[in-house]
């Protein structure tokens, strides 16, 4: 179990320099959240674990060469704004959009990205009425089902990009259902954090 920003570090191989981003990430979160609710209440002792390491984990499946990784649904940063912090550093030329409607989280994930000095361009309006992002990687995180998902990544994804799309216990019966109406590779890789939930990498998205 990851109980903090140290035991992070010690799972997730990261600079002093990220892990104090993602500490200042935290701090903030800690302070919006009863105002705001970017987390629920129940999961913010288990912030590193439920939300910093479960978004983090994304990182490394990313397409060789991605220049563009568009988050849908940022809410409070998971895991869009994880990755761009990693990013700094890592991937610094990878350019990050995180959508979120909801003004108030919007504002939340512009002040994290000025506060700790990383490059995000977040977009507040509604995922349905966004021109096509053109992104080499999309991710979205309890947002929405698998086929409603897919509807996104057809419209927002370059050709041979890759969408990656945490998903718990039932994602079977969810690509099942999307198979009625969609055409698709995808990959099941297991989840660090929850060893019945996979990260589902999807690509070869096709409308039938």
Not at 59 to 67: I, L, Q, S, V
Not at 142 to 171: E, M
Request: hydrophobic share 45%; net charge negative; no cysteine.
């Amino acid at each position: 179990m990851i109980e903090g920003a140290e035991a992070f570090g010690a799972a997730y191989d990261v600079s002093r320099e990220t892990l104090d981003r993602l500490q200042d990430y935290a701090a903030l979160l800690e302070k919006w959240n009863p105002k705001i609710n970017l987390v629920s209440k129940s999961t913010i002792d288990a912030l590193w674990a439920r939300h910093m390491l479960d978004s983090a984990q994304l990182f490394d499946r990313r397409p060789a060469g991605a220049a563009h990784w568009a988050d849908l649904g940022s809410g409070g940063g998971f895991p869009g704004l994880v990755l761009a912090i990693l990013a700094h550093e890592a991937a610094p030329d990878l350019r990050f959009t995180l959508v979120e409607s909801d003004q108030r989280k919007a504002t939340f994930l512009r002040t994290v990205a000025a506060e700790t000095g990383i490059s995000a361009n977040v977009v507040s309006e509604r995922i349905e009425s966004l021109a096509p992002l053109g992104a080499d990687v999309l991710t979205a995180r309890a947002l929405a089902p698998l086929p409603r998902l897919l509807g996104y990544a057809a419209r927002h994804l370059v050709p041979g990009g890759r969408a990656l799309f945490p998903k718990g216990v039932s994602y079977m019966a969810e690509i099942d259902d999307s198979l009625a109406s969609w055409r698709f590779d995808v990959q099941k890789i297991p989840s660090r954090t929850d060893p019945a939930s996979v990260i589902l990498s999807i690509g070869g998205i096709t409308h039938v």
